[in-house]
């Protein structure tokens, strides 16, 4: 489809439901072979598997209240998600959230609250976590809101609800810039697509917060430009190792570890490679290669789903693996709204 089309929505949303949902086989695994996880996605294959076996994790959950929340309040209200969360939280406690978001998720439920950032600035002994769980929920910001300044002002805002460290919520930010991008075609030229998301980074990481948590966590003045150059050099070695996407990238919980990788796995993939069978589309690819990497794999293949299906379409997507994935068809649906949503802002502004 052209740019921002239905099948765009669609292929975004659902696939990162998908990248959650198979991801979370490995989540933590310190080595992950190929073959273990082209067997994962081939037993996806199994028709008698179906039916939303693979259940989802804090990732889809908190993005299902990120789009109820945008969906239903026309736009940003963070009394209205902050809600959501919370009461998302405490029906279902058991998604696999990390171990600070819980404490804020508990004080969000309070009705006593007045100021709903207060919680997530009192973590880590005032620091904010720098966890990618702003980041993990970031693409419905970027299927809402046309405006470029809106998706980086409103990623932000929704991410600063649980992550109150720069090194969180510009990972937030870093990741629904990607999905805008995508969304418009920008993958098409992949060099740059990357030299686009430095620049806009560049701006983003312009401040004396940034400054200030960087020089405490001992990171580049911009860690995630600085990690951005790395991901370009990368694109340009014919030959990459899954050790040094690892040792360059990371693959862990930290945004800073995981949105830049999440980001590669999906440049790495625009191609066909000889390590992921032919018959796989770009979604299947992206998905396949970054389960590879280990580590914080539910995340990561979550955020780079949601890249590459803003890129290749909802086509792209195979049923059999929608099927196994609880959350993938509400997804669908919801891609339908918010596709509604963005067209119905951009022409108001
Ligand atoms: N938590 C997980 N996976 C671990 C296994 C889950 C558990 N065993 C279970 O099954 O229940 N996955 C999910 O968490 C990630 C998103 O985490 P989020 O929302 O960012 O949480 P949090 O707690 O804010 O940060 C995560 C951890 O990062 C470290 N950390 C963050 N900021 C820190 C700081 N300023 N100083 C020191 N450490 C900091 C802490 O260890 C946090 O617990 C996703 O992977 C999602 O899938
Ligand atoms: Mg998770
Ligand atoms: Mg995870």
């Not at 810039?177 to 620049?199: C, E, K, M, W, Y």
């Not at 040792?247 to 945004?255: D, V, Y």
């Not at 000889?274 to 990561?300: H, M, N, W």
Request: hydrophobic letters at 40%; a negative charge; charged letters at 20%.
């Amino acid at each position: 489809g052209g740019p921002a089309s239905l099948s765009r929505f669609r292929g975004a949303l659902v696939a990162a439901v998908l990248g959650d949902c198979v991801g979370g086989e490995f989540e933590g695994a310190e080595e992950v072979p190929m073959e273990s996880v082209l067997q994962h996605l081939n037993s996806l294959d199994d028709e008698t598997k179906g039916n939303g076996i693979l259940e989802y994790s804090d990732d889809t959950a908190m993005a299902r209240c990120v789009v109820q929340s945008l969906l239903t309040r026309t736009g940003f209200d963070e009394q209205d998600m902050a809600r959501r969360f919370a009461k998302e939280y405490s029906a279902s406690p058991g998604r696999g959230y990390g171990n600070g978001v819980i404490q804020v998720l508990k004080k969000l439920s309070s009705p006593q609250l007045t100021d709903v950032y207060q919680p997530a600035r009192d973590q880590f002994n005032g620091r904010g976590s720098f966890g990618n769980g702003g980041a993990m929920r970031a693409a419905p910001f970027a299927l809402s809101f046309p405006d470029l300044a809106d998706v980086k002002r409103f990623a932000h805002l929704g991410a600063m609800l649980t992550h109150s460290c720069s090194l969180g919520y510009n990972g937030a930010v870093l990741q629904a810039l990607a999905v805008h991008l995508s969304l418009q075609g920008a993958l098409d030229l992949p060099q740059q697509f990357i030299s686009r998301l430095i620049t806009e980074m560049e701006e983003v990481e312009a401040n004396e917060e940034t400054r200030n948590d960087a020089r405490i966590l001992q990171e580049a003045e911009k860690p995630f430009c600085e990690r951005l150059h790395r991901v370009r050099d990368l694109m340009d070695k014919s030959k990459v190792s899954i050790e040094e996407v690892i040792s360059e990238l990371g693959n862990g919980i930290a945004a800073l570890h995981s949105v830049p990788t999440a980001i590669f796995c999906v440049l790495h993939c625009l191609e066909p490679r000889d390590c992921l069978p032919g018959s796989f589309g770009g979604v299947e690819r992206t998905i396949a290669y970054s389960l590879a990497l280990g580590g914080d794999t539910d995340t990561i293949a979550c955020m780079a789903a949601a890249i590459a299906g803003a890129h290749y379409g909802i086509e792209a997507i195979p049923q059999s693996w929608i099927k196994c994935c609880e959350g993938a068809e509400d997804a669908d649906m919801d891609a339908g709204r918010l596709h509604k949503l963005y067209h119905q802002l951009s022409q108001s502004g």
